[in-house]
């Protein structure tokens, strides 16, 4: 009888864990934020939704890598160096051809970035890392793999503050690799006269156990709007609950941003 008993519990148990993991999955709500500062004052003058907690970088990582790639003097100008597509890289399609750092910044080109990183070196970019103040600074999931759905993680509080201290000369890199790195971000028009500069990244959350979780798909649109003589910074994220096909959640978070970027201009 007590073992019988035993098994009813157990099986019960099960059931009830189940039902609330179920519960769980499907009380998952999607993440959102945006925020928008000034970068005179540093002072918001938009900011709605989870914008204090920390995800993955992913593809919006290659701002503060041309940053680093510039400053070194890896990176030289817009067009060059181009680098040639090797096999080992692997990769879709799309990224099987020469390179130089406006197309890497125009179509997202992740070997290219993983050869920048190489080039660097683990001291020289776990310093810039240091001295960036960049998100969590924790490198810890290597070179070439850190900011992708690994240890490093930035909030998108932490996003603008970063392109603020860019934009107005407070990070540790040369006027040059300002200056070019400004140059190679792809530029976007919206309306009422915006100019918009910034860059996509997209990636998937992991689950406990360290698992992607492609239902929770994760988008980032981070950079910096000009209109005359102003300009104001942006950070954009979204961690939705279902899952993207044909183009990448990114594209999404851009797109819906840059669209409604004149309304919510009105408010500032």
């Known amino acids: ?104 910044e125009k179509d997202s080109i992740v070997w290219y970035s993983q050869e920048i990183a190489r080039k660097l070196g683990s001291k020289a970019f776990a310093d810039y890392i240091q001295r960036f103040g960049y998100g969590n600074r924790d490198v810890s999931g290597g070179l070439t793999e850190a900011w992708l759905m690994s240890s490093l993680k930035i909030s998108a509080d932490q996003q603008v503050q970063f392109i603020r201290r860019f934009l107005t000369g407070g990070l540790p890199i040369s006027e040059h690799a300002v200056d070019m790195t400004a140059a ?26 360290g698992k992607v979780d492609y239902d929770r798909p994760l988008g980032w649109f981070v950079g910096w709007a000009m209109k005359d003589e102003r300009r104001v910074i942006f950070a954009r994220l979204l961690v939705d609950t279902k899952r993207y096909k044909g183009d990448p959640i990114s594209f999404v978070v851009r797109d819906g941003l840059i669209r409604e970027f004149p309304k919510l201009a009105e408010g500032f």
């Open 1 to 104: 009888m007590a073992f019988r008993n035993s098994l009813l519990l157990a099986f019960s148990l099960g059931i009830t864990a189940a039902f609330l993991n179920c519960a769980s999955a499907e009380a998952a709500e999607p993440i959102r934020c945006t925020v928008i500062i000034d970068e005179d004052s540093g002072e918001p003058l938009y900011r709605q939704g989870a914008c204090d907690q920390g995800f993955y970088p992913q593809s919006t990582f290659k701002l503060p890598l041309a940053m680093m790639g510039y400053d070194a003097g890896i990176l030289t100008d817009a067009q060059n160096p181009r680098w040639k597509y090797q096999a080992k890289f692997g990769g879709p399609e799309r990224v099987r051809k020469d390179v130089d750092p406006v197309i890497w």
């Open 184 to 209: 190679v971000i792809p530029h976007f028009p919206a309306g009422d006269g915006w100019d918009i500069q910034g860059k996509t990244g997209s990636g998937w959350l992991r689950d406990k156990a």
